[in-house]
């Protein structure tokens, strides 16, 4: 199957949805994380702290084969953003204590919704559903579309509604639609029975797997020196460095460039149409550090420049050449998964492998660029500093651990052994 069917059309849509909604609600958390705490450093803790603490619920319940599924995913979105719109009209958000703990829950929330829809996603390449390369750009088009529309939906109601207000009717309505999708019948989101042709599929997918699998059954999916570690780790670094971009950008554009807000927010944009048109490119034009290097000569354009247009082009191709790499690297993820165990792994890791870096970047890099450590003006090297670090991780990933773009590459696990290849 090398075209996505309606019915994963579905799928696309409902993610695209989702991300819309709750982008829009991260980024009225980001403004109202300003206006309570006049910081971004507790922003960026409870950020981390979303990521990592799931994460670390999972590792804890592994004997137990935790997972989550999609209609629970639903249930566990109703309950939180009912609570966000009870509390946010009840006037909690606008305290430090209660702000705080309605971050956490949004930014758990997320962490989950990502990693269950990259699981699915790979799971639909698994039942044959979809091509590794086609699932790989269809979920990254579902996800700049969602997430520019709602940054930019987020950004005007805020302004419209107030802090509180949004809250309280955006957790309503993202309740409110979580109940519908919980209450559809998709086969394709998971909510549907299985079709007995599948559940056949996976009998004899499981009983081909080695007793001595993986952790979570996953045949040579693991940490480790290995390809599958170097393809999370470079997925970690571009989530880097798109917390760089989100957060030394508006420095350099206001610090040292005295631009406002609206030179950013159109640099943004521009950057967010790079992404969406990355994503219908077929495959990766040349090698991946090629790439890698453009990506540093656009970071230095961008921030070292002085004038607008060409910061703004700049901030074009840097969109277009981060997203290339990002669904590059999940496509080979993706085609590494050989039943729904791998499938499940690879979501849940690839999304704390981008997630926790991403969230972890505006904080230690807006410590560097304070007054208090160097300066407003270090915000354009180190920029560049985390572009040149991606570059660096796509060269490692090729020179040590043999996941070049072309050809074979085999996963090992103690006693054993799995093919897969990287194309």
Request: hydrophobic share 55%.
């Given at each position: 199957m090398t075209?996505?069917s309606?019915?994963?059309?579905?799928?696309y849509?409902?993610?695209?949805?989702l991300?819309?909604?709750?982008y829009?609600?991260v980024?009225?958390?980001?403004?109202m994380?300003?206006?309570?705490?006049?910081?971004?450093v507790?922003?960026?803790l409870v950020l981390?702290?979303?990521?990592a603490?799931?994460?670390a619920?999972?590792?804890?319940?592994?004997?137990q084969?935790?997972?989550?599924?999609?209609?629970?995913?639903?249930?566990?979105r109703?309950?939180?953003?009912?609570?966000?719109a009870?509390?946010?009209a009840?006037?909690?958000?606008?305290?430090?204590?209660?702000?705080?703990?309605?971050?956490?829950?949004?930014g758990?929330v997320?962490?989950?919704?990502v990693?269950v829809?990259?699981?699915r996603n790979?799971?639909c390449?698994?039942?044959?559903?979809?091509?590794?390369n086609h699932?790989?750009r269809?979920?990254?088009?579902?996800v700049?579309?969602?997430?520019?529309?709602g940054?930019?939906?987020?950004?005007?109601?805020f302004?419209?509604?107030?802090?509180?207000?949004?809250?309280?009717?955006?957790?309503?309505v993202?309740?409110a639609?979580s109940?519908?999708?919980?209450?559809?019948?998709?086969?394709?989101?998971?909510?549907a029975k299985?079709?007995?042709?599948d559940?056949?599929?996976?009998?004899?997918?499981?009983?081909?797997?080695p007793a001595?699998?993986?952790?979570g059954?996953?045949?040579?999916?693991?940490?480790?020196?290995?390809?599958v570690?170097?393809l999370?780790?470079?997925?970690?670094?571009i989530?880097?460095h798109?917390?760089?971009?989100n957060?030394?950008l508006?420095?350099?554009y206001?610090?040292?460039?005295?631009?406002?807000?609206?030179?950013?927010g159109l640099?943004?944009a521009?950057?967010g149409?790079?992404?969406f048109?990355?994503a219908?490119v077929?495959?990766?034009?040349?090698?991946r550090?090629?790439?890698?290097?453009?990506l540093?000569a656009?970071d230095?354009?961008?921030?070292y420049?002085?004038?607008?247009?060409?910061?703004c082009?700049?901030?074009f191709v840097?969109?277009f050449?981060?997203?290339?790499?990002?669904i590059?690297?999940?496509?080979?993820?993706i085609?590494?998964?050989r039943?729904?165990?791998d499938?499940?792994?690879?979501?849940s890791r690839?999304a704390y492998?981008?997630?926790?870096?991403q969230?972890?970047?505006p904080?230690?890099l807006?410590l560097?660029?304070?007054?208090?450590?160097l300066?407003p003006?270090?915000s354009?090297w180190?920029?560049?500093?985390?572009g040149t670090?991606?570059?660096a991780g796509m060269s490692?990933m090729?020179?040590?651990f043999?996941?070049?773009?072309?050809?074979?590459?085999?996963?090992?696990?103690?006693?054993?052994?799995?093919?897969?290849?990287?194309k």
């Open positions: 075209r996505p309606l019915l994963l059309s579905g799928f849509a409902s993610v695209t949805l991300t819309l909604l709750d829009a609600v980024t009225a958390i980001v403004w994380s300003l206006a309570v705490t006049h910081s971004t507790p922003l960026g981390c702290l979303s990521v603490l799931p994460f619920f999972e590792r804890l319940m592994l004997r084969r935790w997972q989550l599924s999609m209609k629970r995913l639903m249930e566990v109703i309950a939180v953003f009912l609570a966000v009870l509390l946010a009840a006037g909690i958000a606008g305290r430090l204590a209660g702000f705080l703990l309605l971050a956490l829950a949004v758990i997320d962490f989950l919704t990693s829809f990259e699981s790979a799971q390449v698994v039942e044959g559903r979809i091509s590794a699932a790989a269809g979920m990254q088009t579902a700049q579309l969602g997430g520019f529309g940054a930019f939906l987020g950004g005007k109601l302004e419209l509604l107030g802090g509180s207000d949004f809250l309280s009717v955006a957790g309503a993202i309740a639609v109940l519908l999708l919980r209450l559809s019948n998709s086969e394709a989101l998971g909510t299985r079709p007995a042709i559940t056949a599929h996976h009998t004899a997918a499981a009983k081909e797997t001595n699998t993986a952790p059954g996953s045949v040579g999916l693991q940490w480790g020196r290995n390809p570690t170097a999370l780790l470079g997925l970690g670094l989530g880097f798109i917390g760089a971009f957060s030394m508006p420095l350099t206001r610090e040292v460039n005295g631009w406002d807000a609206t030179a950013f640099a943004s521009v950057a149409l790079g992404a048109l990355a219908s077929s495959g990766l034009p040349g090698n550090i090629i790439v890698a290097a453009l540093v656009a230095a354009m961008l921030v420049s002085g004038r607008y247009e060409l910061s082009a700049a901030a840097l969109g050449l981060t997203n290339l790499l990002r590059h690297l999940r496509e080979r993820l085609a590494l998964a039943t729904p165990d499938a499940s792994w690879i979501g690839s492998a981008a997630l926790s870096l969230a972890l970047s904080l230690l807006s560097l660029a304070s007054n208090a450590v300066s003006t270090a354009r180190l920029l560049v500093a985390c670090a991606v570059l490692v090729d020179i040590f043999g996941a070049s773009r072309t050809g074979s590459v085999t996963l090992r696990t103690d006693s054993t052994e799995a093919e897969a290849t990287l």
